[in-house]
């Protein structure tokens, strides 16, 4: 009787050491990946800052150029989601993240070691190559490490995390050019990425279950999910024809495209030439906008984790997406009072990112074992978005340009940027329609 209690105990202990291993680790594994995740966002906006150096520094003439330079990064964005998902659930996640890393690394240096406009195109699609698979793996790692009721709160902390690359790729990143010139800062960079690679495969792990200590005779039951080649055929299919992926990719790209439209580029130039502000100035205004992203995808991911519920606080943020939108194109004649934008900023980017809600409900229609695949899917809308709507706008800028030219630069008058912040609007509107069709996803333990 004694040695059977004794077993027990000794079952106990082990076990609560296991545990408390898998939560320093998980712990260690959410830091490694969010650094990771920083380099994301900040090549995301980083051509908002930039964009008048590539005017200069290139002979640039025409802003849909400069649009379609920021927008190569989500054109492959977006095209690389699936076969990261794929990738990730094949191969596993860690693997992914380190060549990930090494790729947006190599192309960071190259962006700033080039001399031609060509190149900084092979640069950006490079970079775009690299960081696209950083979400959909850290997604995959967190299905694993996590349990639902924390999943909307871990994946909002790490897009909060995330924004901080947006904060650096502002004002700081204005701060390091004018200190250093705009090459050396994406060299430098570019040898942090291929740094936080190697950090990436010493310390992730794709699974608890990779942190088995069998020797103590102790193991938890293998759970692992993993999806084949075999049945890879079937499983995007059942992904692929759930009617509400799509509604999710619809409202996913409504939100975030026009949101990366303003703060990814045309943000800064609307602010220096409406308002006459400094590019430190209004790129001070896209670090609002980013710490609103902060607050808003923290706030979405614990609120619907806090009610069960994905759906409902996701309806109510687009609603708050297109009122904010409403403001920027019909108060004022599309000039709000300079002390409103403060406001209005915070709010484009509480509201702006709350697509990333999309890409859990996606993973929460589908089995674990393609949770790669579906978060891929799930996470396209958005840069489909990002990707059309940069240069849509730069477009629609052009189509309403009256000739003028200052120090070399496109002076868009304000009535352009009415009219290209209108089609924003609409879209927005767009995204409470597909949100509304969208069907409960959260699945209680």
Same mark, same amino acid.
């Given at each position: ?22 939560? %320093?680790?998980? /712990?260690?594994?959410?830091?490694? !990946?969010?650094?990771? =995740?920083?380099? &994301? $966002? @900040?090549?995301?906006?980083? *051509? ?11 002979? %640039?003439?025409? /802003?849909?150029?400069?649009?379609? !330079?920021?927008?190569? =990064?989500?054109? &492959? $964005? @977006?095209?690389?989601?699936? *076969? ?14 380190? /060549? ?346």
């Amino acid at each position: 009787m004694n040695e059977l209690k004794q077993n027990i105990d000794e079952q106990k202990t082990h076990e609560a050491n296991y545990n408390r291993r898998i939560r %320093v680790r998980r /712990a260690i594994i959410f830091l490694v !990946l969010n650094i990771a =995740y920083l380099t &994301v $966002y @900040f090549h995301r906006v980083s *051509p908002a800052v930039i964009v008048n150096d590539i005017f200069v520094l290139f002979n %640039v003439k025409d /802003a849909a150029v400069v649009g379609s !330079l920021a927008a190569v =990064y989500f054109y &492959v $964005y @977006f095209l690389m989601q699936i *076969p990261a998902g794929l990738l990730a659930d094949l191969l596993g996640p860690r693997k992914i993240i380190f /060549a990930g890393m090494l790729v947006s690394g190599i192309g960071s240096i190259w962006f700033g070691l080039t001399s031609s406009l060509s190149g900084l195109f092979v640069a950006r699609f490079l970079i775009g190559l690299g960081v696209s698979v950083i979400f959909i793996s850290l997604i995959r790692v967190y299905s694993t490490w996590f349990k639902p009721r924390e999943f909307g709160t871990v994946i909002g902390l790490s897009v909060f995390i995330g924004n901080l690359g947006a904060i650096i790729a502002a004002t700081p990143l204005a701060a390091m050019i004018a200190a250093f010139g705009l090459r050396y800062t994406f060299v430098l960079v570019g040898l942090f990425s291929l740094a936080v690679a190697l950090l990436a495969w010493f310390v992730v792990r794709d699974d608890p279950q990779e942190l088995l200590v069998p020797k103590h005779g102790y193991a938890k039951e293998d759970k692992r999910v993993a999806m084949s080649l075999s049945t890879m055929g079937s499983e995007i299919y059942k992904v692929v024809y759930n009617r509400y992926v799509w509604h999710a990719f619809a409202s996913a790209f409504c939100v975030y495209g026009p949101f990366m439209a303003i703060a990814g580029i045309w943000g800064v130039p609307y602010l220096m030439q409406v308002y006459g502000m400094d590019r430190s100035t209004a790129a001070t205004f896209m670090i609002i906008s980013t710490i609103g992203v902060m607050f808003g995808s923290f706030a979405i991911g614990f609120i619907s984790d806090r009610l069960f519920s994905r759906k409902k606080p996701y309806l109510a943020f687009v609603i708050g997406n297109a009122m904010v939108w409403a403001a920027l194109v019909f108060w004022n004649d599309g000039a709000p009072p300079h002390n409103s934008l403060f406001i209005i900023f915070f709010l484009l980017g509480v509201f702006g990112n709350t697509g990333m809600v999309s890409t859990i409900m996606v993973k929460e229609y589908n089995p674990p074992a393609v949770a790669g695949l579906a978060s891929g899917i799930g996470n396209i809308g958005a840069f489909v978005g990002s990707a059309l709507m940069q240069p849509f706008l730069g477009y629609l800028l052009d189509r309403k340009w009256d000739g003028a030219i200052v120090e070399g630069i496109k002076f868009y008058p304000l009535q352009a940027f009415q009219y290209a912040f209108g089609a924003c609007f609409i879209f927005s509107c767009l995204a409470i329609v597909n949100v509304f069709l969208l069907r409960e996803s959260f699945k209680k333990e």
